[in-house]
């Protein structure tokens, strides 16, 4: 299947952004590229050929500004050949993509990173509490929205129920029967 519009797959922290990612990423022909967090920052500095902890050093020290870096190659990078997951997948919410938010209940995200981190239920609950925040801020400085405001989405599914495989399927079948709708946000 040929896809015409990079897929973002923004999320709650623990909803299961980078899982659904990649079972899409088996499920499209061709060679696609998942991009998160940790993949642009280490494009970023290939691309301003530095090293990763040069950026992050010359980041500290407001040499480079870092979010700004980072949307840059974010627009590059993203394509028909991506999926931008997680929370990189809200700096380009105004890009023409499939735009798909998932979510699902603060219990279930902490049972999830618990287990997965080996960590306490407490620890992974305070964990996605400021994740939240943090997404929400992205959302707020860049396009002056709710992050969880529908509108900016094409689809949002709720994962708490759901299987990360019907999830997938589910947004297979949306992009083959449709057409991307150019984003009525734009960047602030």
Do not use: H
């Amino acid at each position: 299947m040929s896809i015409k519009f990079p897929i973002l797959i923004a999320g709650q922290k623990g909803s299961g952004c980078n899982k659904v990612a990649n079972l899409l990423k088996i499920k499209i022909s061709g060679s696609i590229e998942i991009l998160n967090s940790e993949a642009l920052i280490r494009s970023t500095a290939a691309r301003m050929g530095i090293s990763f902890p040069e950026f992050y050093k010359k980041s500290k020290q407001g040499i480079i500004n870092k979010e700004k870096a980072i949307r840059d190659t974010l627009y590059l990078k993203s394509d028909s050949d991506t999926i931008v997951e997680g929370k990189s997948a809200f700096k380009a919410l105004d890009k023409p993509s499939y735009r798909i938010l998932l979510k699902s209940s603060s219990e279930a995200r902490a049972k999830r990173l618990s287990e997965i981190w080996e960590i306490p239920y407490k620890d992974a609950l305070e964990f996605i509490n400021r994740s939240d925040k943090e997404r929400k801020k992205i959302v707020k400085n860049l396009f002056g929205k709710d992050w969880l405001d529908i509108s900016l989405y094409d689809i949002a599914i709720d994962t708490t129920n759901i299987s990360y495989k019907e999830v997938a399927e589910t947004i297979m079948r949306y992009i083959n029967s449709k057409k991307v709708i150019t984003p009525t946000i734009s960047a602030r």
